[in-house]
């Protein structure tokens, strides 16, 4: 976390058996550094009942950092999206439409990336994303969790590996937790340090 605040992405991976205290870990990381830091911080949480839903942990974080209401209509909930972008985003139209259509807030169930095709609009989207992510990194360092990594959707993972890429030279600071079995398959790059909870 001080090399990240200081300017260099570092990146951990906490592997352990399930119910052997990761998150327990994770929260305490969040906790420690919270004492005397100011930072964005951005959970992704995977899950496996919504395993075919691409993106689903960074829908869920988008949601609850515009502050989604359950009540809230699609009109409000655009408006609050726009609050939310508008701070971090370079090309405000763009990424309004990428995270219109992600959210699934067009009127009408319509796209507003209906031209694109889907490859198009997935690369866009990742490129969204990654861009806005990195613009946070200059107001403030950020924090990033990704919670059961086992469990990530190839688009969701195609986004982490984009981001370990993209964010060098800046202060961030990411920590995954996965099991040990699944480690291999992410394919993390090697400066990804790996710490195993026992």
């Known amino acids: 976390?001080?090399?990240?605040?200081?300017?260099?992405?570092?990146?951990?991976?906490?592997?352990?058996?399930?119910?052997?205290?990761?998150?327990?870990?994770?929260?305490?990381?969040?906790?420690?550094?919270?004492?005397?830091?100011?930072?964005?911080s951005?959970?992704?949480?995977?899950?496996?009942?919504?395993?075919?839903?691409?993106?689903?942990?960074?829908?869920?974080?988008?949601?609850?950092?515009?502050?989604f209401m359950s009540s809230d209509s699609t009109e409000i909930r655009a408006r609050k999206l726009e609050t939310l972008i508008k701070q971090s985003s370079s090309d405000l139209e763009h990424d309004m439409r990428v995270f219109m259509d992600?959210?699934?807030?067009?009127p009408a169930g319509g796209s507003a990336t209906a031209e694109w095709d889907p490859d198009t609009r997935k690369q866009r989207t990742i490129d969204s994303l990654l861009g806005n992510l990195i613009a946070v990194s200059d107001i403030a360092p950020v924090v990033i969790s990704v919670v059961?990594?086992?469990?990530?959707?190839?688009?969701?993972?195609?986004?982490?590996?984009?981001?370990?890429?993209?964010?060098?030279?800046?202060?961030?600071f990411i920590v995954l937790t996965a099991r040990p079995e699944s480690s291999p398959a992410l394919d993390l790059p090697a400066r990804v340090l790996t710490l195993e909870v026992e």
């Not at 991976?13 to 327990?24: D, P, Q």
Request: charge should be positive.
């Open 1 to 40: 976390w001080e090399k990240s605040r200081a300017g260099e992405t570092c990146a951990v991976l906490l592997t352990g058996e399930a119910g052997v205290g990761k998150s327990r870990v994770l929260q305490e990381i969040l906790e420690i550094i919270a004492i005397d830091s100011q930072f964005y």
């Open 42 to 67: 951005f959970d992704f949480q995977c899950s496996s009942s919504h395993s075919r839903t691409s993106l689903y942990p960074v829908i869920s974080q988008l949601k609850a950092a515009a502050g």
């Open 102 to 106: 992600l959210l699934s807030l067009n």
């Open 148 to 172: 059961v990594v086992q469990l990530i959707v190839s688009c969701t993972l195609e986004l982490l590996h984009r981001l370990l890429v993209r964010s060098a030279g800046k202060p961030m």
